[in-house]
């Protein structure tokens, strides 16, 4: 290896090295802080001086957060479960079903997710409150729903292009019906695609706040981000620093273990369709 050659590789990995302490730094302080109580949470620390697990316990001990870890699991569960039929069905049909307008009504779902959701909260809020289940689950997993759908759908109808035709036809020959086709022989094959797809979804679902926050008017009905915007210190002018870190890991933890666990399936179901031949 050449002067040259190792002066890039070192440039290469100390920018990689620079990468990951920005992206990993902001949980590893949040951590940090979760862990320190009283003046401690105010003093500028890089490494930890106590391990002080009160902040955890705290907010273990409140009445209403997991209630609130438990809405949030259900929320994005049948968020996931909805999304993945409705995906699954649709890009069946517009990956094998041959009809007019079908590659424009594709680019139309696609479409619906460049709406800022800000943009469609006043309208999504008229059509709760007309089904009668503001300030219930099923508000946040109709509107999680439509803004999780498009993006599944796509990625679906992707991976379901590049199914070979041969296997659909002899389904058919068999006689097998489409919902056969569908749950019998394309499911086993989707399956980096349905992971990647459910668990960003679940992802989505997990974090999102301002719609959890509109359709939502009662602790016992709120999810896990808005729980934790609302916690209150002793005072009316108290931020408990320390209670909102110790949530804020308690709830993280989980989907970077998913995430660890998923990651070959999420890569091979994001990359599906990119290489043709």
Same mark, same amino acid.
């Given at each position: 290896?050449?002067?040259?050659?190792?002066?890039?590789?070192?440039?290469?990995?100390?920018?990689?090295?620079?990468?990951?302490?920005?992206?990993?730094?902001?949980?590893?302080?949040?951590?940090?802080?979760?862990?320190?109580?009283?003046?401690?949470?105010?003093?500028? $620390?890089?490494?930890?001086?106590?391990?002080?697990?009160? $902040?955890?316990? =705290?907010?273990?001990?409140?009445? %209403?957060?997991?209630?609130?870890?438990?809405?949030?699991?259900?929320?994005?569960?049948?968020?996931?479960?909805?999304?993945?039929?409705?995906?699954?069905? =649709?890009?069946?049909?517009?990956?094998?079903?041959?009809?007019?307008?079908?590659?424009?009504?594709?680019?139309?779902?696609?479409?619906?997710?460049?709406?800022?959701?800000?943009?469609?909260?006043? #309208?999504?809020?008229?059509?709760?409150?007309?089904? $009668?289940?503001?300030?219930?689950?099923?508000?946040?997993?109709?509107?999680? %729903?439509?803004?999780?759908?498009?993006?599944?759908?796509?990625?679906?109808?992707?991976?379901?292009?590049?199914?070979?035709?041969?296997?659909?036809?002899? =389904?058919?020959?068999?006689?097998?019906?489409?919902?056969?086709?569908?749950?019998?022989?394309?499911?086993?094959?989707?399956?980096?695609?349905?992971? &990647?797809?459910?668990?960003? =979804?679940?992802?989505?679902?997990? $974090?999102?706040?301002?719609?959890?926050?509109?359709?939502?008017?009662?602790?016992?009905?709120?999810?896990?981000?808005?729980?934790?915007?609302?916690?209150?210190?002793?005072?009316?002018?108290?931020?408990?620093? #320390?209670?909102?870190?110790?949530?804020?890991?308690?709830? &993280?933890?989980?989907?970077?273990?998913?995430?660890?666990?998923?990651?070959?399936?999420?890569?091979? #179901?994001?990359?599906?369709?990119?290489?043709?031949?």
């Amino acid at each position: 290896m050449t002067l040259t050659d190792a002066l890039k590789c070192t440039a290469f990995y100390l920018a990689v090295a620079g990468i990951v302490v920005v992206a990993v730094f902001p949980f590893y302080y949040a951590i940090l802080t979760s862990l320190e109580t009283g003046t401690a949470l105010f003093e500028v $620390n890089y490494l930890p001086l106590s391990l002080d697990w009160s $902040n955890y316990a =705290a907010i273990l001990r409140n009445g %209403t957060f997991p209630r609130n870890v438990m809405n949030s699991l259900f929320v994005a569960a049948t968020t996931v479960a909805f999304a993945l039929f409705l995906a699954v069905t =649709a890009s069946y049909a517009l990956a094998r079903v041959r009809f007019r307008g079908r590659g424009l009504l594709l680019m139309t779902i696609l479409a619906v997710s460049m709406f800022p959701q800000i943009a469609v909260l006043a #309208g999504l809020f008229e059509l709760i409150r007309f089904l $009668n289940i503001y300030n219930t689950p099923w508000a946040m997993i109709l509107s999680y %729903t439509i803004f999780t759908l498009p993006f599944t759908v796509w990625v679906l109808t992707t991976f379901m292009r590049d199914l070979p035709l041969e296997i659909e036809e002899a =389904a058919i020959v068999d006689g097998a019906t489409p919902w056969v086709i569908i749950t019998r022989v394309f499911l086993p094959l989707l399956w980096p695609a349905l992971v &990647t797809t459910g668990l960003l =979804a679940f992802i989505g679902a997990w $974090n999102e706040f301002l719609f959890a926050l509109t359709f939502t008017s009662s602790e016992t009905t709120r999810t896990v981000p808005v729980a934790i915007a609302l916690l209150s210190g002793a005072t009316q002018h108290e931020t408990p620093w #320390g209670t909102i870190m110790a949530a804020s890991v308690l709830v &993280t933890v989980p989907l970077i273990v998913l995430v660890l666990v998923f990651q070959r399936k999420i890569v091979a #179901g994001l990359t599906a369709g990119g290489v043709k031949g």
